[in-house]
């Protein structure tokens, strides 16, 4: 991955952020992340915020846009959502909701086997992250101060489909909290739906 695209990646992932921490992450001059930065909003991926968060010159932050959203995969979107409505339209929301049975239980299928081999909850939690980011939603693991994990998700392959119906998202919380095992608990405190740049959800040992 080239400096351009780690610029974009590393804005997708930390959320906004300004040429002079981009700079350090990058390790590249301010003048050169700001180069990196400019190039995109060019081309219409980046946009930027002015924050006056302490006294002085407000901070300028660098944040994607929708296109800059977009640039990362969305599987099929298209045809995902011609899928769904299909479905619903030939069998109605009765048949809908067994597509979507259908799949949480091959996903569940999938996640169990990698999560066989592990012995406690945050290695359960790795290998759950590890199986959707290989699903493509660039997922990570954060442990708290109060020993509960954020399990983030900082892209959403299936968006489109989402958005068109909400169960998928109802639906993939469930999947967690099973395949997790009911020593835990799993709720979801930021959502792409909702307007947040990503998911998080909040996993806590009972």
Same mark, same amino acid.
């Given at each position: 991955?080239?400096?351009?695209?780690?610029?974009?990646?590393?804005?997708?992932?930390?959320?906004?952020?300004?040429?002079?921490?981009?700079?350090?992450?990058?390790?590249?001059?301010?003048?050169?992340?700001?180069?990196?930065?400019?190039?995109?909003?060019?081309?219409?991926?980046?946009?930027?915020?002015?924050?006056?968060?302490?006294?002085?010159?407000?901070?300028?932050?660098?944040?994607?846009?929708?296109?800059?959203?977009?640039?990362f995969p969305d599987r099929h979107a298209e045809l995902t959502v011609q899928l769904i409505d299909q479905v619903r339209g030939l069998f109605g929301d009765a048949g809908l909701d067994k597509l979507i049975a259908a799949r949480?239980?091959?996903?569940?299928?999938?996640?169990?086997?990698?999560?066989?081999?592990?012995?406690?909850?945050?290695?359960?939690?790795?290998?759950?992250?590890?199986?959707?980011?290989?699903?493509?939603?660039?997922? #990570?693991?954060? /442990? *708290?101060?109060? @020993?509960?994990?954020?399990? %983030?998700?900082?892209?959403?392959?299936?968006? =489109?489909? !989402?958005?068109?119906?909400?169960?998928?998202?109802?639906?993939?919380? #469930?999947?967690? /909290? *099973?395949?997790? @095992?009911?020593?835990?608990? %799993?709720?979801?405190?930021?959502?792409?739906? =909702?307007? !947040?740049?990503?998911?998080?959800?909040?996993?806590?040992?009972?």
């Amino acid at each position: 991955m080239n400096t351009a695209e780690q610029t974009l990646f590393l804005i997708k992932t930390r959320g906004p952020q300004t040429a002079q921490q981009l700079a350090a992450l990058l390790n590249i001059t301010s003048m050169g992340a700001r180069k990196q930065l400019e190039a995109w909003q060019e081309k219409g991926l980046l946009t930027y915020e002015d924050v006056a968060d302490k006294p002085g010159r407000p901070a300028r932050r660098w944040l994607l846009t929708e296109a800059g959203h977009a640039r990362f995969p969305d599987r099929h979107a298209e045809l995902t959502v011609q899928l769904i409505d299909q479905v619903r339209g030939l069998f109605g929301d009765a048949g809908l909701d067994k597509l979507i049975a259908a799949r949480e239980q091959a996903s569940e299928r999938e996640y169990r086997q990698h999560l066989a081999a592990s012995r406690n909850l945050p290695e359960r939690v790795q290998a759950l992250v590890q199986a959707r980011s290989a699903e493509g939603y660039m997922a #990570e693991v954060e /442990q *708290r101060e109060d @020993g509960s994990l954020l399990l %983030v998700e900082n892209h959403c392959p299936i968006c =489109a489909a !989402a958005k068109q119906c909400q169960k998928f998202c109802r639906s993939e919380l #469930e999947l967690f /909290q *099973r395949v997790l @095992g009911p020593d835990c608990s %799993v709720g979801r405190i930021e959502h792409m739906l =909702a307007g !947040a740049r990503r998911c998080v959800y909040v996993i806590k040992q009972l």
